[in-house]
């Protein structure tokens, strides 16, 4: 029992520290930091403590230089003296000006990084939050909603609340809370909405960091929501060729008169989901019939697209089963599995290319691909007559030895029935 | 004149005859027409060494045809093979043939050597005939590991690395081994043209030379009749080796033709994904299946025992036990003598069940796919 709580002991101890290990050590003789921890209040007490998971910490950058104050000196009245510029916590509406102190100066904070940005705060004034802040709107965010306050971590930190797989929930502490919302005019489900979307899946499931989050789109300092006519920029920084096909489609001037929004129209904006071929077409989950009825060219045009795509994953199918079952088979087809990756390639162009909501390259396309898949599939079939000739010929072939191993059987016993 | 021939047996005659009045064949007639074979319970087991001979044939035959087309690069290495196999005919039953060969080869070999050791048939006056099958062994062994990374697939890419690590480990040249088995610090291009050149050159040369030892030991001092047998006291019948012996032989031959026409039309040997150097190992990397219980016992040892690392005490573990087999005619006093010897006998099994529990938990326990 006692080696049982002995290890349990060690096993609790080293869980300690490598908790612990994230965390760096505060510095002595700093009388902030010691009377505050030494307080043991609820209301003071946490900051000093968290102070040691702050990056700023790492720098050099202690209390006073955002709270003022005399931190060498014991003596709470004169360690908090205003005349040695103690400001005490600061106003929610001074807080962007108080970080801007140093993260606006270039000279200085070139000291710590010679290439990190120093126009946060002109930038944070240009967004929703700034001008409200402005106005006098005190629950809006400010440098400290989404950074954290006293333990303010570097946005590499993967344990950041600016880490690009937790902004969403940064952002979604004010955006996703309806009470704390109201009265602003917007909308409280978009935390719920982007976390259904593709772009999420692709952050959290896959790990590609890259996938947009709240902070892409919207920008993160200057935070604002792009308009109608932005919107397809704002998706163009990612998906370039689909904007350049779309800006060429004539869905770029109709939609511009019917004031819709590019992209969103149809994918949607917070909740971008999977896409798949049955969004274009005629059918019933097509998008294109939202607004092209059966008798308009639109409608021909979408039907025809769609048919172009149908056949050519049809025919990709096809072949993929068929080299699929002679690859199970034991059949040697990965050159034919390596070319018919063009027919995907294809297949994958011509579904870029729907956003030009032109039959004809489309078509093009599908064609390319139907024609590369068709010769795969033969392939395919040739080695599955490749296989049958090889089954016939072995079971001749063994026919064959086994009347030679009979010939010579009866031979042994000719010999043996002579010898005896 | 000469009169004219009347059947085919007179043209053997006649063929026969113009052969003698040029070459004296006298000498190698008397020993076909002696050559006899004791028959006994365990002669089943004389079949295997010839069947090992027919596979090894059947390797040579298929190895010259792969070598027409194979080209020994990592450039082109993998294309040659996937050319054999799906553009050159029949290439892919010469492939597959030669793949499942070698494998039998080994299967049978591994069969007529402990059939050799356990009716003692290594004891005096036939320690040079088992010194030089050893010899064999390790030759086969050492083909199978050289083929295994000449279609430089992924599996035998990092199965090679593996291995060479391993080698890696032998005391004292251990790094200098890898070194020259690589041609340089890693598995590349230049380890594939020294495996090549070491499996249709080096490997055959010491082969033909030792076989052709092996055959003529055999030869001198027949085969051999186990102790208990001789002890008994009562006369070991026998067969003559030709025909009788030789016709039964050849239904054995024929029946694993038709086994490896079988295993290559219905299980044709694989050919894998494309070595990649940069790509990181794939799961489930294993050697083939007569280096497993090996492999598995590495996995098994410690990283460290004591001061030594634990895959360098594997490795002369293994090594020692090779000794042992090598010199096993030489240790085993009393089958020399014509004495039951238990403790070889039972040696012998714990080095079988040893090799075939670990291989078995090679494949089957967790991790081991």
New interface residues.
């Given amino acids: 029992m006692r080696r049982v709580r002995l290890a349990v002991s060690a096993l609790a101890a080293l869980l300690l520290l490598a908790g612990g290990a994230a965390a760096q050590k505060l510095p002595e003789g700093n009388s902030c930091i010691e009377c505050h921890r030494a307080l043991g209040d609820p209301r003071v007490t946490p900051p000093a403590e968290k102070f040691a998971q702050d990056v700023h910490l790492a720098k050099g950058i202690l209390c006073q230089n955002c709270h003022g104050g005399d931190p060498a000196n014991s003596d709470m009245q004169g360690a908090m003296n205003p005349r040695k510029g103690f400001i005490g916590k600061p106003k929610h509406q001074a807080i962007p000006q108080l970080c801007g102190k140093c993260h606006s100066d270039a000279a200085y904070m070139k000291r710590f990084n010679p290439t990190i940005r120093v126009d946060q705060v002109q930038e944070y004034y240009t967004s929703v939050h700034g001008k409200l802040l402005r106005q006098g709107d005190q629950k809006v965010a400010t440098c400290i909603s989404c950074h954290s306050v006293h333990n303010i971590r570097a946005i590499k930190d993967q344990q950041a609340w600016t880490y690009p797989v937790k902004v969403v929930d940064t952002c979604g502490r004010c955006h996703g809370d309806a009470a704390y919302m109201k009265g602003y005019k917007v909308s409280t489900d978009v935390v719920e909405k982007y976390k259904r979307s593709v772009h999420y899946e692709a952050l959290t499931k896959k790990g590609d960091l890259s996938a947009p989050t709240c902070n892409v789109c919207h920008g993160n300092h200057g935070a604002t929501p792009p308009g109608v006519n932005s919107v397809a920029n704002v998706c163009g920084t990612c998906h370039s060729l689909t904007e350049e096909m779309f800006n060429k489609s004539p869905h770029k001037k109709a939609f511009a008169a019917m004031d819709l929004p590019a992209c969103v129209t149809c994918h949607s904006n917070h909740e971008v989901r999977k896409t798949s071929d049955d969004l274009v077409g005629t059918g019933e989950k097509a998008l294109c019939v939202n607004c092209h009825d059966p008798k308009s060219a639109g409608y021909q045009k979408a039907g025809a697209i769609r048919a172009s795509l149908d056949e050519l994953g049809g025919a990709l199918q096809r072949a993929a089963a068929i080299l699929t079952q002679a690859e199970k088979a ?6 034919a599995k390596f070319e018919l990756r063009g027919a995907a390639d294809n297949l994958l162009k011509a579904r870029a290319e729907v956003h030009l909501f032109d039959p004809a390259p489309v078509r093009k396309l599908a064609e390319e691909g139907v024609q590369i898949a068709n010769k795969m599939y033969a392939k395919g079939e040739q080695a599955l007559a ?1 296989l049958r000739f ?2 016939r ?2 079971w001749i ?2 026919g064959i ?2 009347v ?2 009979l010939g ?2 009866l ?2 016993r000719e ?2 029935r002579r ?1 005896a | 004149m000469t009169p004219r021939p009347r059947s085919w047996r007179d043209l053997v005659r006649a063929a026969d005859a113009w052969v003698q009045e040029r070459v004296d064949l006298s000498g190698i007639r008397e020993v076909i027409r002696h050559k006899v074979v004791p028959v006994h319970r365990h002669t089943l087991w004389y079949y295997f060494g010839g069947m090992t001979l027919f596979l090894f044939g059947i390797q040579v035959c298929t190895g010259i045809l792969l070598l027409l087309y194979y080209r020994p690069s990592a450039e082109e290495a993998y294309e040659s093979v ?1 050319f054999i ?2 553009e050159v005919q029949f290439g ?2 010469i492939r597959s043939i030669h793949s499942w060969s070698a494998n039998l080869m080994i299967a049978t070999l591994m069969i007529h050597l402990f059939s050799v050791y356990f009716l003692q048939a290594y004891r005096k006056p036939r320690e040079l005939t088992w010194v030089s099958g050893m010899f064999l062994f390790g030759l086969a062994l050492t083909f199978g590991f050289s083929g295994y990374l000449l279609p430089w697939n992924e599996l035998a890419y990092f199965a090679t690395k593996v291995g060479t690590d391993v080698a890696g480990q032998v005391p004292l040249v251990g790094p200098l081994l890898t070194r020259v088995l690589r041609g340089g610090e890693d598995v590349t291009g230049a380890t594939l043209s020294r495996f090549y050149g070491i499996h249709v050159a080096i490997l055959p040369a010491f082969t033909t030379a030792i076989l052709g030892v092996h055959l003529f030991l055999v030869q001198q001092q027949g085969m051999s009749v186990p102790p208990a047998i001789e002890r008994s006291g009562r006369p070991v019948p026998s067969m003559p080796f030709v ?2 012996f030789l ?2 032989d ?2 054995g031959w ?2 694993a ?2 086994v490896l ?2 295993l ?5 040997w ?2 894998g ?1 494309k070595a990649d150097p940069f790509a990181p190992a794939p799961a489930g990397i294993r050697p083939e299946w007569y280096f497993m219980y090996m492999f598995q016992t590495l996995k098994y040892l410690p990283a460290k025992i004591g001061p030594v690392d634990g895959e360098m005490v594997g490795v002369m573990g293994f090594g020692l036990g090779g000794l042992f087999l090598l010199l096993v005619p030489f240790l085993d006093r009393r089958s020399a003598r014509g004495e039951k010897s238990p403790l070889f006998f039972w040696i012998g099994v714990g080095i079988v069940t040893y090799m075939v529990v670990l291989s078995a938990l090679g494949y089957l326990a967790p991790g081991g796919k």
């Fill in positions: 034991g059949m040697e087809v990965s050159q490749d090889r089954h010929g072995l072939s063994v030895i086994l030679a191993i010579l059987v031979k042994i010999i043996d010898q | 996937q196999m799906t892919w039953l025909p009788n016709l039964r050849l239904v024929l029946s033709l038709a026409g079988g290559a039309a219905y299980f044709p694989e050919l994904v």
